[in-house]
């Protein structure tokens, strides 16, 4: 089953997808958050490549673990985008994801601007690969 990660953020959503094994977690594309949310035919289509049967979204907790307004509205915004697609929905702590897909990208010598339109994606994928292994664990025990 193909696992779809959204990286919601107040301008961009980054996507990722897992392959049909569940194993490999990787970008796809970003999209404008508004396209996202108004399940424009942008963000359809992203859903018509892949077929996803089940939404991974991150939740941006504070570094103490706490819920904060952020995490409240990427819950709201991720709920009213899985009630769109008609898909299940499981959310995956984020914390640090954007952080990390910064370093990997500087170290791959993108400047700052250059990485602007790529690090909600790579995040994505880096929440969804946590969240992939996680559950190999789970089902290895």
């Known amino acids: 089953m193909r696992i779809m990660a959204l990286d919601i953020g107040r301008v961009r959503v ?5 392959d049909p094994s569940e194993r490999v977690a990787s970008p796809v594309c970003v999209l ?13 289509r992203v859903l018509e490549d892949w077929e996803p049967e089940l939404l991974v979204c991150g939740r941006p907790l504070t570094l103490s673990g706490e819920l904060g307004p952020q995490a409240e ?7 009213q985008i899985a009630k769109n ?8 702590d984020e914390r640090l994801s954007s952080k990390e ?3 990997i990208l500087h170290e791959e010598g993108l400047s700052e601007r250059a990485m602007r339109g790529k690090v909600d994606m ?16 789970v089902s290895s025990n």
């Open 101 to 103: 897909a910064k370093r």
């Open 14 to 18: 980054g996507i990722a997808i897992s």
């Open 73 to 79: 509205e990427a819950v709201t915004h991720a709920q």
């Open 32 to 44: 404008p958050a508004a396209e996202v949310l108004a399940h424009a035919s942008s963000f359809r």
């Open 122 to 137: 790579v995040a994505a994928s880096l929440f969804l690969q946590t969240w992939l292994d996680s559950r190999k664990q």
């Open 85 to 92: 697609c008609g898909l299940p929905l499981e959310f995956v």
